[in-house]
């Protein structure tokens, strides 16, 4: 009898899954709750509690198409444009379920209520939104694949008190609330990046508050209008009308703006799943991937700050080589082991900074794609393209402003070229990347 896979949720991720569970020779079965593919790609600038998608208007990507696309499939050629707009992102998704013929395995409409383990299997409750029924359903192997959902906030005293709006980046779609408001916006990530930069335009003033340093990379500088300020310290309370700060100022506001990112959420997980989650640390995940407890479940894409499609793609086909028993997973000492390790190498410490356990960044994410590739004994994302990244995350923190006004391009499996580096002035840099990506090419 064939292995059998529910994936579930259909975004980049889940499509990846079970473009992969078929080439494997598994039977896959795969639960969509919305109507269509393309998880945070299908945008329709809605929100509420049913609206996965969190796109909102103007949003650019901030990646080169080809970082964006799976091994197997690539952006049409007559795209020229090198940093795209999300429809066009959708609009490959969409082409990649028709070449690969992927909607016959899916169920839309279809949201998983509850996984739990029964023997060596699984049995999924699933409900049919529909015809608000529900179905019971048991497989082999589960592959979670449901991006994030749930928004984080930190917790400062006075919250409930304050008597005006308070918003999520979740629940942004455009500028239009805050024309001719006082904000607060609090966040250090890409969301805050550019709600900052567009709310700048129409709001009466903007405070923006953010970390002093974004965890494992350089500070990056926002240009904003003499009307708004940037502060680096903390809220001390909230009061019914404003904020009260911990230098002893007190500023009003009308709408409170939280870019403060999510928590991994998984509701539909029994407690004896193997899997629990604290303070935005999944656990116990070998590679940040299988469930150590019960390694016939695997969660894509938790480790964030990295190469998105080919990072899942990558992690999927990891899977794949132990689930087709080619490779034998290491014992449930050895992974737990292998995730102390990890932990160690990258700085983490449960209880003081476990917030960050799945934060890559600069400095890690290469070293986890090689990882992941050795240990499987599978390729790795090729060269060129984990050069091509590095380099832009530089930039991008460089000068958030302009860096998608630079043309990459692929040369070959190690190199890429940016017009950046056939400036004068980035003479060091590009000789750099050269080196690199000579030195790859000679030790492969
Ligand atoms: C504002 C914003 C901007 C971004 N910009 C970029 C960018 O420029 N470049 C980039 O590479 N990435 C970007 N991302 C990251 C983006 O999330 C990923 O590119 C990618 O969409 C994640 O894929 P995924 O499949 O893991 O999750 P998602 O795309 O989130 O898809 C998850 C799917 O699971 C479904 N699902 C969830 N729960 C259930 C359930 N219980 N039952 C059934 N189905 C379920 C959802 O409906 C959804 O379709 C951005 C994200 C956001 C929020």
Redesign the pocket.
Known sequence: MKTKIAV????????CAIKNCISEGFEVVA????SE??????SNLEVGPNV?????EG?????PKE??EFSDFSYDKNITEVFLTPDKVQNYFLKYTEKFDLRKHIKFN????NVRPIDDKWEII?KDLKNDEYKTITCDKVLI?????TPWIPKIEGLNDFEGKIIH?RDYRSTKMFENKKVLLIGSG??AFDIIIAIDKVAEKVTWVRKIKEAHAPFLKIKLSSKSTEKTILIKRFTKSGAEFEDGSFEEFEIIAFATGYDFTF??LSVDSGISVYDKLVQPLYKQIINANRPSMAI??LPSFS???PM?ELQIKFCMQYWSNRKIFPSKEEMLEDIQKDFKLRGVYINRNSHNAHYLGLKNHEFYYQDLAETAGIANIKICLIKMSTHIGKHTFENFHTFRNFKYKILNDFEFSCDCLENQKDENERNQNCVIAKMLKLSI
Request: glycine content about 14%; hydrophobic content about 45%.
């Open positions: 579930v949720g259909c975004g980049p991720s889940g499509l639960f969509e709750q919305t593919i393309g998880g945070e790609w299908n996965h998608s969190k796109i909102y949003l650019q990507i901030n990646f970082l964006m279809h949201k998983i209520i699933v694949c449901v991006g994030i959902s980046s890409f969301s509701p539909f894509i894409g190469l998105r499609m899942f």
